[in-house]
């Protein structure tokens, strides 16, 4: 189902980020793929992230801390959907 989906780089913006998103998020070490997954989408300017997520990433206080950081960046922010969101009519 992936075949053809290109694959995101990890490149210093998305090194960047993700320490700064650890930094000013204050989550937990066990987060830091979280993080990362923040990172990518951030740097690659996605339009949404898509996570089951809801411990540190798709719930609506999680949600608005990213969007404040990036804000100070002047980086767009994605819409943090879970799949169940992003079906629905």
Partial sequence: MIEGVSR???NDDV????RGYQTELQLPAK????VLHIAF???YAVDYLLTWNCAHIANGHAIKRPASINDRLDRQTPVIVTPEELLEE
């Fill in 41 to 43: 989408a951030v740097a």
């Fill in 8 to 10: 995101l780089a990890f």
């Fill in 15 to 18: 090194v960047t980020l993700a």
């Fill in 31 to 34: 987060a830091g793929n979280d």
